[in-house]
């Protein structure tokens, strides 16, 4: 599986769209990135995934660049109960769950 | 609603016992795996299992057992051997296959050994 890096901590504004970066730089055609999300003494909760497009659901937008070696996971309105650690994963899609959750980002939004 | 149960939520135990942990999914999904959570850290995979009496070892499996006995249950034992037992534990479910990667967690167990 692709290594991602991801900064340790970010701070947003309650109201503002928080921008969270990964990169992936020796990411595989086959493999995915998936976002998940983990609230404190809570199971992680996954967001988003994508291949090449950007992807967008109802909790957040996944902007993947075109050479595909970082991704930017887009929460449109930070609210209060978006402060978690953001997981940055990338794993081929067919694979099992195996996934390998790194320390991800502290996202703390302030009111 | 559908989800994963897991039980207790917190659990003490002293040293030298054994101690079992429930994980229980309604939502039909195949595979099963148990994560261990230490502080400020991401997640290991302990074990994981994807079909009924199979189940193979994960990064840190030594001192932990499963079973996998039927579709909707994966409990797992912590045992006496596993060194540094106090952590949290996350159980997870998915389907199999194309779709697998996207897991449905538990609410955690918090084992404190004593």
């Known amino acids: 599986d692709a290594k991602t890096t991801q900064p340790p901590s970010m701070d947003c504004a309650e109201g503002r769209a928080a921008n969270l970066p990964c990169n992936h730089s020796?990411?595989?055609?086959?493999?995915?990135v998936y976002w998940y999300r983990q609230i404190h003494s809570q199971g992680p909760q996954y967001i988003i995934h994508?291949?090449?497009n950007n992807e967008t659901n109802e909790m957040a937008s996944l902007i993947i660049t075109e050479d595909r070696k970082s991704s930017t996971l887009i929460l449109p309105h930070a609210t209060l109960r978006d402060t978690a650690v953001y997981y940055c994963i990338v794993r081929v899609s067919d694979s099992w769950g195996k996934l390998q959750f790194g320390a991800g980002t502290q996202v703390v939004v302030t009111p | 609603d559908g989800g994963i149960t897991q039980s207790p939520k917190y659990l003490f135990r002293k040293e030298g016992q054994n101690v079992t942990l429930s994980c229980e999914q309604n939502l039909n999904h195949d595979a099963m795996y148990w994560y261990r959570q230490d502080p400020g850290q991401g997640l290991r995979l302990i074990y994981y299992?994807?079909?009924?009496?199979?189940?193979q070892k994960g990064d840190i499996a030594e001192g932990y057992s499963v079973s996998r006995e039927k579709k909707e249950s994966f409990p797992l034992t912590v045992t006496s051997a596993q060194k540094n037992p106090t952590a949290f534990y996350l159980c997870?479910?998915?389907?199999?296959?194309?779709?697998?990667?996207?897991?449905?967690f538990g609410a955690g167990s918090r084992l404190t050994v004593l």
């Open positions: 994508g291949l090449k």
């Open positions: 020796t990411i595989s055609g086959n493999e995915y």
């Open positions: 299992s994807q079909i009924v009496n199979d189940f």
């Open positions: 997870a479910s998915s389907i199999r296959g194309n779709g697998a990667n996207v897991l449905t």
